[in-house]
T-cell receptor
Framework: GIQVEQSPPDLILQEGANSTLRCNFSDSVNNLQWFHQNPWGQLINLFY???GTKQNGRLSATTVATERYSLLYISSSQTTDSGVYFC???????????FGQGTTLQVKP | GAVVSQHPSRVICKSGTSVKIECRSLDFQATTMFWYRQFPKQSLMLMAT?????????EQGVEKDKFLINHASLTLSTLTVTSAHPEDSSFYICSQTENTEAFFGQGTRLTVV
């Protein structure tokens, strides 16, 4: 089956710093989403981005489907950005998602 | 996006008992819902696909007789963990898709003691 790898696994930033999270996937996918899991476990939708570039405030994402990777950019990080960031792909048009292992981000004040 | 409500958010049960988790679609009729499980410090893994009016389909390695799924209406899917054991302690979370984008419930943290 398809493999989804995220890097780095852990990241510690000082407040105000920028960061880039990466998601590689081993085969073509129907869809790709980025989520932020907060300390209570809830998954917050960040981007639905099977291809191209999107921006939402301090966050932006780019997916290069032909090269099978996606990047999540966080600029001017804040302590509230802390948590786990997951990339998830839908290999075929079934609605089923395969998640990467996540990047745990800690932003220090 | 779709609004998915999951209940309860947290439950503690005794070993051997059963626990029912509800997943409701508040603003969208979902013929299909998905159930995922997340063990501590791990990623989310799909357990099963809940199909309205028909049997659920389970991923490899998931015991269908232990994790009973019912999807009797277009707005409600339930997951029942039967004869729970401490190793079933986990975070269970449901999702539905709207226009191919997935939206998740709040999740249920199950602790079996």
């Amino acid at each position: 089956g398809i493999q989804v790898e995220q890097s780095p696994p852990d990241l510690i930033l000082q407040e105000g710093a920028n960061s880039t999270l990466r998601c590689n996937f081993s085969d073509s996918v129907n869809n790709l989403q980025w989520f932020h899991q907060n300390p209570w476990g809830q998954l917050i939708n960040l981007f639905y981005i099977p291809s191209g570039t999107k921006q939402n405030g301090r966050l932006s994402a780019t997916t290069v489907a032909t090269e099978r990777y996606s990047l999540l950019y966080i600029s001017s990080s804040q302590t509230t950005d802390s948590g786990v960031y997951f990339c998830a792909v839908e290999p075929s048009n079934t609605g089923k998602l395969i998640f990467g292992q996540g990047t745990t981000l800690q932003v220090k004040p | 996006g779709a609004v998915v409500s999951q209940h309860p958010s947290r439950v503690i049960c005794k070993s051997g008992t059963s626990v029912k988790i509800e997943c409701r679609s508040l603003d969208f009729q979902a013929t299909t819902m998905f159930w995922y499980r997340q063990f501590p410090k791990q990623s989310l893994m799909l357990m099963a696909t809940s199909n309205e009016g028909s049997k659920a389909t389970y991923e490899q390695g998931v015991e269908k007789d232990k994790f009973l799924i019912n999807h009797a209406s277009l707005t409600l899917s339930t997951l029942t963990v039967t004869s729970a054991h401490p190793e079933d302690s986990s975070f269970y979370i449901c999702s539905q898709t709207e226009n191919t984008e997935a939206f998740f419930g709040q999740g249920t943290r199950l602790t079996v003691v």
